[in-house]
T-cell receptor, first 110, second 118 residues
């Protein structure tokens, strides 16, 4: 079993839709939870950062962490074509060692 | 602020040949990371340096991969000899790692080097 599982998609939705991206994990020692966005031919860039359980909102993006279920989510409201990218969840138990999910390829259709 | 620089951007080699990748992190960043990202997968950490010392190289295939970070600034990752399964994007990242704030630990990624082994 992989430490972090993420549905690879691909996921295609119309512009304006609400998008839900999810990851599950097995290591209960993970404390820090991140979402990265990766455009084609580019390196990942940090989108959201959450410590422990709870919700965090940043504009159209909301990150949720449920440590009891070992489940994290990223919601994108009012999705835009510019949101088309691969979204990677990542987790860390300490010492900045990130464990990434497989990535979900998202396409927003105008 | 300039980002993480990597070169070359693309490299095609035959199996059993050697190859080297170069990374220049963001100025002042203490920690440097090399990741391997195989097509359709998330990045996997190969090695982590803090200044010029190795923090974690547990996933580095040491029989063929080597990395160094001389003078605690830029870094080189080498593969010798290359295998077909080494075809991937090699990403370099850096983080500040001082100041006590959570944001100090954010990893900034370079554009990567796409390696094809034939």
């Amino acid at each position: 079993q992989k430490e972090v599982e993420q549905d690879p998609g691909p996921l295609s939705v119309p512009e304006g839709a609400i998008v839900s991206l999810n990851c599950t994990y097995s290591n209960s020692a993970f404390q820090y939870f991140m979402w990265y966005r990766q455009y084609s031919r580019k390196g990942p860039e940090l989108l959201m950062y959450t410590y422990s359980s709870g919700n965090k909102e940043d504009g159209r993006f909301t990150a949720q962490v449920d440590k009891s279920s070992k489940y994290i989510s990223l919601f994108i409201r009012d999705s835009q074509p510019s949101d088309s990218a691969t979204y990677l969840c990542a987790m860390e138990e300490g010492a900045q060692k990130l464990v990434f999910g497989q990535g979900t390829r998202l396409t927003i259709n105008p | 602020e300039a980002g993480v620089a990597q070169s070359p951007r693309y490299k095609i080699i035959e199996k059993r040949q050697s190859v080297a990748f170069w990374c220049n992190p963001i100025s002042g960043h203490a920690t440097l990371y090399w990741y391997q990202q195989i097509l359709g997968q998330g990045p996997k950490l190969l090695i982590q340096f803090q200044n010029n010392g190795v923090v974690d190289d547990s996933q580095l295939p040491k029989d063929r991969f080597s990395a160094e970070r001389l003078k605690g600034v830029d870094s080189t990752l080498k593969i010798q000899p290359a295998k077909l399964e080494d075809s991937a994007v090699y990403l370099c990242a850096s983080s500040l790692d001082w100041g006590g704030q959570v944001t100090s630990y954010e990893q900034y990624f370079g554009p990567g080097t796409r390696l094809t082994v034939t």
